[in-house]
């Protein structure tokens, strides 16, 4: 660590002796990466326990000219916890309680660092549920979640994470504690990604556990195919909560990471739709008997989930899928881009096209519901000829996606690994809009520096690499 940055973190610990805050190395590289797997090295860690320390770790922090970097579990997709050199990380986990629970409105109040699964395992025995559910909703935070308004398999039928923020309490760069409504300033902060204020604590609305869930697996031939599929069987009167696509090369990676290739038997090239109905047993029954008449007219394979045992493997299949994957190659170039509906089955046809024009080992798979496809290129870092290709690839991708009317991201944010595209997806003056919220609610760029507006204006066109 710089001697100079040293100094002042050794004086905001003297200051803010009440905070647990560490600097030693192991902590550093603990903190240090996110699910990117990019690195950077803070000067601390600091863990407050209540909104008065996160106030005085800003104010101090602030006065000693040290940048600070809001963090839950760390599990961003696009580097947006990973911390600039010399900054001190602000982690949320020992802040994780419920703080009120209204059953009458359905509604909970709770700490920013309280892990989505957690929440889901307090609510359960009164019987709601809160719909936003990432497929790392074991281990990411609520806060997070907010941050980076998550989605998930859910989303189709109820929506991302800014539809059930009722009103966030913060911090603001200048150590100011406020609370609003999404009417309000807290709109800002949903997908803001630690770049606007820290966000304490969350009061959000939920929803009834449904009577009944019933979950498939359906397979057909082709890659985009599965996604033309959903579209009949929405046609025909299917209404599922969860549509997920998974393409025939992922499908399998996960499946012999299971163990449980019987279950997609040999279908070559098959693509997958990965969907749940809920509702009473007596429409779930219905919709099941649709979904059935509906692939045996058309020759579909269909996995049913018999009982909650087996609804559970097929959900450890959906969320294995990014575990999976590590066995492909070391490095995971993991791009999430989201298109319009009627764009996504030509989408994927075109995405396999332009990996393999540069020879490279692509899987997608998605939240197709909602528009959003996850496309990963399984590589390693240590060849340098296939990550350039890979970096082409990537700057194809995003060309072809925005001239398809669609979007950078469509839930894993901007952080530091979508930044240098920002200038395909935005004019100059959207940017300079962008940035003008950011100089409003960051004054002094002090919140998670190097991640989305960093440099956006003087770099004009934005970043290049
Ligand atoms: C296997 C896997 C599956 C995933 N599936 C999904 C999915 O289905 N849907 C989806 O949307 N994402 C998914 N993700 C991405 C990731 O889990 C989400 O972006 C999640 O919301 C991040 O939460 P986190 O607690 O890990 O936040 P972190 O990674 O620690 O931080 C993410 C961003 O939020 C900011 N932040 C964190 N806490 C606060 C706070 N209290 N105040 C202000 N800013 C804060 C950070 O500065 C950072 O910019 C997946 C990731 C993995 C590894």
């Known amino acids: 660590m710089a001697d100079e940055s040293q100094k002042r973190i050794d004086e905001l610990k003297r200051r803010i002796r009440h905070v647990n805050l560490y600097t030693e190395y192991y902590y550093r590289i603990a903190y240090g990466y996110d699910a990117t797997g990019i690195k950077g090295l803070c000067a601390g860690v600091a863990f407050p326990e209540s909104q008065e320390d996160i106030v005085s770790i800003v104010l101090n922090a602030a006065s000693l000219g040290i940048p600070l970097v809001p963090r839950g579990a760390g599990t961003g997709f696009s580097g ?105 300033p ?35 031939s082709g890659d985009g195919n599965a996604i033309d599929i959903a579209s009949n069987l929405l046609h025909s009167g299917f209404s599922p909560s969860v549509l997920e696509f998974i393409d025939s090369k992922t499908m399998r990676c996960v499946a012999e990471h299971m163990d449980i290739l019987s279950i997609i038997e040999d279908r070559g090239n098959s693509s997958y739709l990965f969907l749940e109905v809920e509702g009473t047993e007596i429409e779930t029954t219905d919709q099941q008997r649709h979904l059935n008449d509906f692939c045996e007219r058309h020759g579909f394979l269909l996995t049913t989930a018999e009982g909650e045992e087996e609804r559970e493997i097929l959900w450890e299949l959906r969320r294995s899928i990014s575990p999976s994957l590590a066995k492909k190659g070391i490095t995971k170039v993991n791009e999430d881009i989201a298109l319009p509906l009627g764009k996504l089955a030509e989408a994927v046809v075109r995405i396999h096209e332009l990996a393999r024009d540069k020879n490279l080992d692509c899987y997608i798979f998605g939240h197709c519901g909602d528009g959003n496809l996850h496309v990963n290129i399984m590589t390693d870092r240590r060849k340098k000829l296939e990550m350039k290709r890979s970096g082409e690839f ?17 839930e894993h944010g901007i952080g530091i690994t979508k930044r240098p595209f920002l200038n395909l997806a935005f004019s100059p003056e959207e940017l300079r809009l962008q940035e003008g919220i950011k100089n409003v609610m960051d004054p002094g760029a002090k919140l998670n520096p190097g991640k989305y507006f960093d440099k956006i204006v003087s770099a004009g066109r934005g970043w290049t690499s």
């Not at 009164?126 to 907010?146: C, L, Q, R």
């Open 394 to 410: 990537v700057r194809d991708l995003f060309s072809y996606v925005i001239a398809a009317g669609g979007t950078l991201s469509g």
């Open 80 to 184: 947006g916890s990973v911390p600039a050199d010399g900054s001190l990380v602000v982690s949320t986990e020992k802040m994780r309680r419920v703080l009120s629970f209204d059953r009458r409105i359905g509604e909970v109040e709770v700490e920013s660092g309280i892990v989505n699964g957690e929440l889901q395992n307090y609510l359960r025995p009164s019987g709601f549920f809160y719909p936003p559910d990432p497929a790392s909703y074991k281990v990411s935070t609520i806060g997070g979640n907010i941050a980076e308004n998550a989605g998930g398999p859910r989303a189709y039928k109820y929506g991302v994470t800014r539809r059930y923020v009722r009103s966030l309490k913060w911090i603001t760069s200048d150590g100011e504690y406020l609370e609003s409504g999404p009417g309000g």
């Open 186 to 220: 807290a709109a800002f902060l949903i997908g803001s990604e630690g770049t606007l204020g820290i966000i304490y604590s969350a009061r959000l609305a939920l929803f009834p556990i449904p009577k009944t869930r019933k979950t498939f697996l359906l397979g057909s």
